[in-house]
Nanobody, 121 residues
């Protein structure tokens, strides 16, 4: 089994910064993509940023403000969020595509429990 544990959420004023962390543990052979999603009240979950094989992609709404990074030795992904806006308020979820065996057929998708980010105006 694989667990993703997030930390770093909280309450911040507009223009402030937060750094989210997500550590994967358990029966991990390798990790492919790792990313962050968010879900605001009454809205669908959306992709914020993703990192895979050294390539990163961002939602247009966060480009230039958020940075995703990984520490592969620690199976950890980070999301540095700068110049936060009230519309960034949401529950942020970590996601990872984890290979748990010797073949790619053993790749499964895992989610963290979510961490609340609230940006006040």
């Amino acid at each position: 089994q694989v667990q993703l544990v997030e930390s770093g959420g909280g309450l911040v004023q507009a223009g402030g910064s937060l750094r989210l962390s997500c550590a994967a543990s358990g029966s991990i052979f390798s990790i492919n993509a790792m990313g962050w999603y968010r879900q605001a009240p009454g809205k669908q979950r959306e992709l914020v940023a993703i990192s895979n094989g050294g390539v990163t992609n961002y939602a247009d709404s966060v480009k230039g403000r958020f940075t995703i990074s990984r520490d592969n030795a620690k199976n950890t992904v980070y999301l540095q969020m700068n110049n936060l806006k009230p519309e960034d308020t949401a529950v942020y979820y970590c996601n990872a595509a984890v290979q748990v065996g010797f073949t790619i057929a053993t790749i499964n998708d895992y989610w963290g429990q979510g961490t609340q980010v609230t940006v006040s105006s």
